[in-house]
């Protein structure tokens, strides 16, 4: 039986990673996929092994194996220490007889392995892209990340602030502009009046949650969010005096890459939940409060609602250029 050896960070698994490892099964009977981490990474990695699990989940002759890496010194010449590397797979997997990669550090570590060498897109050119560029600009690469890994790098924008301010259609709109899914305020798809409890805002929180992990899965580089965890404790805290500790678990559970904090200079407009029109002003200070006491920085979109969608326009348009990771 021959087996082979892939090994990698796989910070995020990409198409060239995945390429890799199909064109290394179709070469032997077993392939070993072995991860390697350490506590310090900065994609977590219980996520990356799961993705890669995911990834390969059709072939049970692959095998993915994670590994942490206090082995490897970076001073060393590239001999030395693949010398170390091809020591410590030794004592860690059964005989391994033909080494996969993309890599320069390939052929020295077979020879030290004492297995063969196999090659595959070293210049990449059928895939040119790293797991360093993806993290740099996910949204340049974005056709070389794996479904299973984008949500990962979706960026969350949430529509913040008072009732009755457009935020729910530019939720909307915006999801149509950028050809993505977006989250629309769940509560009001639960609740027929503003005689609710606290059990219903725990349901609320819980559903909210829900429902952006379903639309991350299929977004397309955005996730628009008609308000947020912090919307249903100030309501609850609002009407209840009271707010359920599930509401802010849910909060601490969702990051999003802007706030968009909607003004109250548009005309109130009732139906048949709205009942604070007298008191947009306030409440616009409520939410207002609400972030600042977190630290959490927000964009006022004001003025008529051409307007709003130019501030809105420009904030996303500046979020796709830049690309860049942040969590």
Not at 7 to 29: E, Q, S, T, Y
Not at 176 to 196: C, G, H, I, K, W
């Amino acid at each position: 039986m021959k087996r082979g050896l892939v090994i990698g960070k796989f910070m995020p698994v990409h198409a060239g990673h995945v390429a890799l490892i199909r064109f290394a099964a179709g070469h032997c009977d077993e392939l070993i996929v072995s991860m390697s981490y350490t506590p310090d990474d900065p994609i977590p990695a219980d996520l990356r092994f799961g993705w890669l699990r995911e990834l390969v989940a059709d072939d049970a002759d692959i095998k993915p194996a994670m590994v942490v890496d206090d082995f490897d010194d970076e001073s060393l010449s590239l001999p030395e220490r693949t010398r170390i590397w091809a020591a410590f797979i030794r004592r860690t997997y059964p005989p391994i007889n033909i080494l996969f990669s993309s890599e320069p550090y390939g052929a020295p570590f077979a020879g030290n392995l004492g297995a063969e060498h196999v090659l595959f897109d070293e210049a990449r050119v059928k895939y040119p892209v790293s797991g360093t560029l993806v993290r740099t600009k996910p949204f340049a690469y974005w056709d070389y990340i794996p479904a299973v890994v984008r949500p990962y790098f979706v960026k969350k924008i949430c529509f913040y602030g008072a009732e009755s301010t457009g935020k729910s259609f530019m939720t909307e709109r915006m999801a149509q502009v950028y050809n993505t899914e977006f989250v629309p305020e769940v509560a009001r798809e639960m609740l027929t009046s503003n005689d609710f409890t606290l059990d219903d805002i725990r349901e609320i929180a819980l559903a909210h949650y829900a429902r952006i992990e379903q639309k991350l899965k299929t977004a397309n580089k955005l996730l628009f969010c008609d308000t947020d965890a912090i919307t249903t404790a100030v309501y609850s805290r609002h009407y209840l005096h009271e707010v359920p500790d599930e509401v802010y678990a849910m909060e601490r559970n969702v990051t999003y890459a802007v706030y968009l904090m909607f003004d109250v200079d548009v005309p109130w407009v009732a139906d048949g939940l709205r009942d604070l029109g007298e008191k947009r002003r306030e409440m616009f200070e409520v939410f207002k409060a609400a972030l600042e006491t977190r630290g959490i920085q927000y964009i006022l979109v004001r003025g008529d609602y051409a307007e709003r969608e130019r501030i809105v326009r420009g904030v996303i348009d500046g979020i796709l250029e830049e690309g860049g990771w942040k969590k």
